[in-house]
């Protein structure tokens, strides 16, 4: 099974930029669509990215469009989450996650979707 690694997570101040990574061992990365969740203090997991197993189809929750990137270099086993314009409002633990099954006709926007997750990278936005 697949296991992931988050890293990149750090405090910034609002408006600036972070870019997380999520690293894969034990399988093969392009074998699995993939997903970024966040949860923030005292709220429940929220979706935040998704992209196909080849990267050539994004989705994204509406709080980041156009400020956040999803994704992925398949020979290098990792996808990423490049943000911007950092908002106090985006201070969360992130986590990467490969859903099962790994490439469904639909990529999931629940975290219900996904069964492997990584152990999260904390990103605190200043305001």
């Known amino acids: 099974q697949v296991q992931l690694v988050e890293s990149g997570g750090e405090l910034v101040q609002a408006g600036g930029s972070l870019r997380l990574s999520c690293a894969a061992s034990?399988?093969?990365?392009?074998?699995?669509?993939m997903g970024w969740f966040r949860q923030a203090p005292g709220k429940g997991r929220e979706f935040v990215a998704a992209i196909t197993w080849s990267g050539g189809s994004t989705y994204y929750a509406d709080s980041v469009k156009g400020r956040f990137t999803i994704s992925r270099d398949n020979a290098k086993n990792t996808m990423y989450l490049q943000m911007i314009s950092l908002k106090p409002e985006d201070t969360a633990v992130y986590y990467c996650a490969a859903p099962l099954p790994p490439r469904g006709v639909v990529v999931p926007a629940t975290g219900s979707g996904y069964r492997y997750w990584g152990q999260g990278t904390q990103v605190t936005v200043s305001s």
């Open positions: 034990g399988g093969t990365l392009s074998n699995y669509h």
